[in-house]
């Protein structure tokens, strides 16, 4: 599956036949004979095209029958495929999935939010009413604080942190709801609840409702997926994913937490020898990932470009820095405008490789000052026991015969 | 679950601080009309039937009562088949362990509030049938899992007075998110 991905990733590329021929080498007979039969003759595939009218327009167009990027599902999450994708907005259909309970299948028209607690004027607004309120966009990541698989050197980008993505998302500004329900100054929290079959809920500060939550209905322009919260589901931009409700039925203002199961006995984070823990860790630190090359590629010596992402929760990204010795020396990578808050940028820096073994590596520098800590110095911050909030560097050796594998070594212990 | 008048005490005094957005008002654009007129104002009995939650305080936890011994015939039926006859061993998270230093946080090592047991079950649980327990079969579940963890006795009675008394072993492990971004890694 992750050959077949990377042979069509790689279509078109320069120097592909040179790689078929080294991935031949490394997946035997019956492997060799799959990328033979995708491997085009020179100038035949030009002459088959222009001689034949191709399809005509449709209702829904698709991707090429090449094209195949899949999420990688388990039982309650799906997983981005980062390793194809090259620009920064996720397509709907590939932004990451966690949920407690399914996927509720909901009828817009059926579709209610209740907004109550302390507040004046108790209000249950329809999917119609959200959409008429003042609309806002706004591009940001969405990222679940357990976003990390330490696994072995044969792990997708995908699988090592493919539990974030990128929505341009549109909605409706959650202070100007909260303005028109008549909000008690008093109140510190609210209480964010879903209408799925976990009725998923999180306490919120009410700062974060008067900064820059969101109800968003849209999602890339588009109504939101129901993995992603349809018809309606509350953003809460740099904040850890879970906390974004999806489905969202019900906000109550409060001047207490609720406590929850999902803020006590999950996502928080046991600190030092374990006696205590970390409650409310809801801001996402800055973090990277190298996102090509990466495993499954084999690389051939010569000019390449390190291409990754970067993001931090306490806003803009502005630095990446990056290795091509296991961290001894470090360069800094182009990124590519416009750098915005809270959201993915691509980084880029040119590498020649000259066929030695090599360990490339990246690390973020978010405008906080703060600088993404290796594995060590997270766990010397946290302890060994701590579970969410992991952004170590992370890194991907390259060996001498041009096989690139996850550098999972770092991250032991 | 909102009802009670100033009742944060102890509970609630650590975390009302911590945020400090008492006072502050919503600030949509300064452009916008008092009003857009738009949603419905919401009916008492459309409020109850969604207001679920159960608060540290006890806000929100509904009459009837359950023991142990209620609970343990509740457990039989929806929930050992996936969190074990003992609460621990199953394919499901483990509800039972008093241990402190284990890897396993279970409702005796780690739940910090009672409350939060009877809000879960009752919106959440069984998996393949959430929300179809009642008041006294969600309590009865809850005295269960609190005696096998010795926090009750096995003849306490759970209801709305006694279950938001119950001191959870872990109510003091939980502090405060001290992450504020720059150079230093916390």
């Known amino acids: 599956m992750a050959n077949e991905r990377i042979r069509h990733t790689d279509a078109g590329a320069p120097r592909r036949r040179e790689r078929l021929t080294r991935r031949e080498l490394l997946a035997g007979a019956a492997g060799a004979m799959g990328a033979a039969a995708v491997a085009p003759v020179a100038g035949q595939q030009s002459v088959t095209t222009t001689r034949r009218a191709g399809r005509g327009p449709n209702e829904v167009d698709q991707r090429s029958r090449f094209v195949t990027p899949q999420r990688d599902p388990s039982a309650t999450s799906s997983r981005t495929p980062l390793q194809d994708l090259r620009g920064t907005i996720t397509p709907a259909d590939l932004h990451f999935e966690r949920h407690h309970g399914g996927v509720p299948d909901i009828d817009p028209a059926q579709y209610e939010l209740l907004v109550h607690g302390m507040v004046d004027r108790p209000t249950v607004f329809s999917l119609a009413d959200l959409q008429q309120f003042p609309a806002t966009s706004r591009i940001c990541f969405l990222e679940c604080s357990g976003n990390l698989r330490r696994g072995t050197p044969e792990t997708l980008p995908q699988m090592v942190c493919g539990l974030t993505s990128q929505t341009e998302w549109t909605g409706v500004l959650l202070s100007t709801v909260l303005k028109e329900v008549g909000a008690n100054p008093d109140a510190t929290w609210f209480l964010a609840e879903g209408q799925d079959a976990a009725v998923m ?46 489905w969202l039925r019900r906000i109550e203002l409060a001047d207490q937490p609720f406590m929850t199961r ?5 996502y928080t984070d ?25 495993f499954p590629r084999v690389i051939e010596p010569g000019w390449h470009e390190i291409r990754g992402l970067a993001w931090s929760g306490r806003g803009r990204i502005t630095g990446v820095d990056v290795s091509a010795d296991g961290g001894t020396t470090w360069q800094a990578a182009t990124l590519q405008g416009p750098v915005l808050p809270k959201a993915h940028v691509r980084f880029r820096h040119r590498w020649e490789w000259g066929g030695e073994p090599a360990e490339i590596m990246s690390r973020a520098t978010d405008e906080t000052g703060y600088v993404q800590p290796t594995w060590e110095t997270l766990r010397a911050a946290r302890g060994p026991r701590t579970r969410y909030h992991q952004n170590p560097i992370t890194s991907w050796t390259v060996g001498d015969d041009g096989r690139v594998l996850f550098g999972a070594e770092r991250l032991r212990s | 679950m909102v009802g009670w008048v100033g009742v944060v005490g102890i509970i609630g005094g650590l975390w009302v601080a911590a945020p400090a957005a008492a006072g502050q008002q919503p600030s949509p654009p300064s452009d916008h009309p008092d009003s857009f007129g738009l949603g419905r104002p919401a009916t008492t009995s459309e409020i109850e039937a969604l207001d679920i939650d159960v608060m540290p305080d006890g806000t929100g936890l509904p009459e009837g009562s359950g023991t142990a011994a209620d609970g343990a015939r509740t457990w039989t039926r929806t929930c050992r088949g996936c969190h074990g006859p003992d609460g621990e061993g199953g394919t499901a998270a483990p509800v039972v362990g008093r241990d402190p230093s284990s890897n396993r946080s279970t409702v005796g090592n780690y739940w910090p509030y009672a409350t939060t047991l009877y809000d879960y079950i009752n919106r959440a649980m069984p998996r393949n049938a959430p929300g179809s327990l009642t008041a006294p079969q969600v309590y009865g579940l809850v005295a269960w899992i609190l005696a096998k963890n010795d926090i009750i006795t096995t003849e306490a009675v759970m209801d709305a007075r006694t279950l938001p008394a119950v001191v959870m072993p872990a109510r003091d492990r939980f502090v405060r998110d001290d992450r504020r971004g720059g150079p230093e890694v916390r």
Do not use: H
């Open chain 1, 201 to 246: 809920t999180r306490s919120i500060p009410m700062e974060k409702a008067f900064d820059d939550a969101m109800i968003v209905y849209a999602q890339n322009g588009d109504a939101l997926m129901p993995g992603n919260g349809y018809p309606a589901r509350l953003l809460l931009p740099g904040w850890e994913g879970n906390s974004s409700v999806k």
């Open chain 1, 262 to 266: 999902e803020e006590t006995s999950k």
């Open chain 1, 270 to 294: 046991p600190l030092g020898d374990g006696s205590q823990s970390r409650q409310f860790s809801f801001v996402m630190d800055a973090r990277s990932i190298i996102t090509d090359p990466a």
